[in-house]
């Protein structure tokens, strides 16, 4: 577990470096370290059935080099999807399909290493997870796309809707003489 620790705030740095240089899309970026930490997951009960503490070591580095690397990346990805002014309410929703899996994660567990007598169907699962949100989030508009989409519509500031209501309420309380567009019955 502290391997992993130590190289998740490496994994951190160095995607947060990588995504700098802008050599590709961050969501291709989020895509590929939710694809290998995914992997490295599935893998891990692998390692430690075959008895080798150096496989599960370099599993453990790797895992928790991509899961610290999609970490920094996904809250940069979230407004470029949603936009900048719905960003609280997506992060919001994020976390708590985060705090779900969570929760219901561990019962999973339990009941498939019930259900097998060992956890390795739960790591297959965790990692197939990840995997499928991978697959998931191809499904965006412009995913494979090389090139950023252009950014979501901004909805209208609150001065602008005070400024609308405005003229609106202007344009009902004026005379029907001045309306050009009124129609008498």
């Given at each position: 577990?502290?391997?992993?620790?130590?190289?998740?705030?490496?994994?951190?740095?160095?995607?947060?470096?990588?995504?700098?240089?802008?050599?590709?899309?961050?969501?291709?970026?989020?895509?590929?370290?939710?694809?290998?930490?995914?992997?490295?997951?599935?893998?891990?009960?692998?390692?430690?059935?075959?008895?080798?503490?150096?496989?599960?070591?370099?599993?453990?580095?790797?895992?928790?080099f991509c899961s610290g690397a999609l970490t920094s990346v996904v809250f940069v990805v979230v407004p470029?999807?949603?936009?900048?002014?719905?960003?609280?309410?997506?992060?919001?929703?994020?976390?708590?399909?985060?705090?779900?899996?969570?929760?219901?994660?561990?019962?999973?567990?339990?009941?498939?290493?019930?259900?097998?007598?060992?956890?390795?169907?739960?790591?297959?699962?965790?990692?197939?997870?990840?995997?499928?949100?991978?697959?998931?989030?191809?499904?965006?508009?412009?995913?494979?796309?090389?090139?950023?989409?252009?950014?979501?519509p901004q909805r209208s500031s609150l001065d602008d809707k005070h400024n609308g209501l405005h003229s609106e309420l202007e344009h009902m309380t004026s005379s029907?003489?001045?309306?050009?567009?009124?129609?008498?019955?």
């Amino acid at each position: 577990m502290s391997a992993a620790g130590a190289s998740d705030i490496l994994g951190r740095i160095v995607s947060g470096w990588f995504s700098d240089l802008g050599h590709f899309r961050l969501i291709h970026l989020l895509s590929a370290w939710t694809t290998l930490a995914g992997v490295f997951i599935m893998l891990l009960p692998l390692s430690s059935l075959s008895g080798s503490y150096s496989a599960l070591m370099v599993i453990s580095l790797l895992y928790g080099f991509c899961s610290g690397a999609l970490t920094s990346v996904v809250f940069v990805v979230v407004p470029l999807i949603v936009g900048v002014e719905r960003m609280m309410g997506a992060l919001g929703l994020l976390q708590l399909i985060e705090s779900g899996a969570g929760l219901l994660g561990t019962p999973l567990s339990g009941f498939l290493k019930d259900v097998t007598g060992n956890y390795v169907a739960s790591f297959i699962v965790a990692g197939s997870f990840l995997i499928l949100g991978t697959l998931t989030m191809a499904t965006l508009p412009h995913y494979f796309s090389c090139t950023d989409p252009p950014p979501p519509p901004q909805r209208s500031s609150l001065d602008d809707k005070h400024n609308g209501l405005h003229s609106e309420l202007e344009h009902m309380t004026s005379s029907p003489s001045s309306d050009t567009n009124h129609r008498g019955v």
